[in-house]
């Protein structure tokens, strides 16, 4: 056992909720029709008879159709959401967690580490929660969205902020995980990936293809790693007959991809995808060549605009980082991105799909949501002074 398990006092305890393969069963059980991702796409994971299972039921998330920026781009294309902010935790981290989080309890880990920009911390806190080991989170301080914190905070998570970036937090944790008996719950550890991919195997089966486009935001590259290994899985498999143009997103404070070298600073409200230097970098660029696809930046300003038109025009509440790829989607179709490419993908005369992933919920952002709009001021608790103030509010437009 390692010194930080002993001085924690985790050692042998393990969990002994997850002992018996039956109460496994009655855990999965208790989480209704939907079993969760390890359940409905196992053959895909690597997942054994003796891997007890930890799951919150993630997945299943809805794609819906969003014919309000269809309209407002005029692109010609279906666009499709794909609204991951309704996993457990809130965003897509749970469906790689669920994966990372039952292997860390195959192999008797009795604590998980990770350095997170939030999405990562919350999701690692609740699975790690119901496996009943300990979660050691570093993240930058100052820096972590206030839903993020709290629920890292509310799952019993032991936070280290750092005064650094999120980089250097994985940096840390990268080295600890040689030194120590942890368990790594980063997208470093490749059984992330893995859950991760399961989100287009969703799309896939939903829309009975794959799109033509899959957009998505790109902070530490590890989710366009993952779909891109999804999707060629699945047309391996024969599930699919053509796979999509990936298209990357990231902000523009904050793309070192798209400049091509490392950011020192990095700088976006979109918080979750403030990184300086992904991890996944070589995979990311490969899914960009392999697709025939690009990753692009786009500013504060534009990922605001389409994290009101998500919530305004399809009632869809994002996180910033989230709005990154349809404030991509609304860039590209102006600069006629999409008539080139489609040119030359097909000429079969059928409308043409695209996807956008919107990854994390907007609760998990309140303090941003509320700098945006104004909170009005109290009124007296009578009929006619609500009446009065509804007109002046019709009357503004
Ligand atoms: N969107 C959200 C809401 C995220 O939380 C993240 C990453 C991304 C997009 C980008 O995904 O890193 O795989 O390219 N959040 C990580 C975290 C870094 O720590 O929660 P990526």
Redesign the pocket.
Known sequence: MSILAQHLKLGGEGNKLMDSDSNMRQLSLACGKWEGIIHHYRRFLPISDSTPIVTLCEGNTPLIRAKAIEALIGCNMRVYLKYEGTNPTG?F?DRGMTVAVSKALERNYKIGIC???????ASAAAYCAKANIKCVIVVPEGRVALGKLSQALAHGAFLCPIAGS?DEALNVVRQICEVEEIALLN?LNYERLEGQKTAVFEICDTLSMAPDFHIM????????TSHWMGYKEYYRNGFITSLPVMIGVQAYGAAPLVIGRPVENPETIAT??R?GN?ARWREAIEARDESGGTIIAVTDDEIIAAYKLLAQKEGLFV?P??AASVAGLIKLCREGFFESALAKRRANGSEPTVVCVL??HGLKDPQTAMSLSSMPEPIPPTKEAVLKAIKANLERG
Not at 115 to 121: F, K, Q, R, V, Y
């Open positions: 965003s981290k350095a997170s920009t939030g999405n990562t911390s999120f997208s935001p790109v902070g530490n590259a590890g989710n366009i979750a995808i990184i992904p996180e980082a989230g990854t994390g």
